[in-house]
């Protein structure tokens, strides 16, 4: 008697390794350009709702990949208290500009900001500086003030003679 096998075999693994690298959505074999119709949804970038006499929105920002995934993309949608859910695309550009872009800015932050850390130096040292700075102006305005005091007090002591 042979033992039933609950494993997949090699066709069924390949075909499904196959379908997540093609990104078949229809299960059909064809696949589909990379990223096509990728897209982040639409998330929060910034919301104020201030006291209840004032006006309030929230925007919102969505990223997708669109034409066969050559382009990118972007629209914002903007909720006003009178305007709700107003869309509009923003920017597109070509996928391998925004890719430029991208790895642009990924160079810029690793090389120009040390993943980050070059900006977390700059101010703490800024910080630094600038607590050492308002001490600095304060031993300066109480020295000031010492010699201003000094002078009306020796005034008074003149004008009482």
Known sequence: MKRKRFR??????????????LEDQ???GLGGPPNHWRTTGFFVTGEHKPSTDKAWYRCSICLSFVNDASELWIARKDEHEKQANFEKW????????FRHMALW???RWAWGEWFGLRRWLYYKDLHRRCER????IAEVAKVELE??????????SDTAK
């Open 26 to 28: 229809a299960n059909q």
């Open 105 to 107: 800015y990924l160079w």
């Open 8 to 21: 997949p075999g090699w066709r069924e693994r390949w075909s499904n390794v196959r379908a997540w690298l």
């Open 133 to 136: 700075f308002g001490e600095h």
């Open 147 to 156: 010699k201003q005091w000094t002078e009306i007090v020796k005034a008074k």
């Open 90 to 97: 923003l920017f597109s550009c070509k996928a391998k500009h």
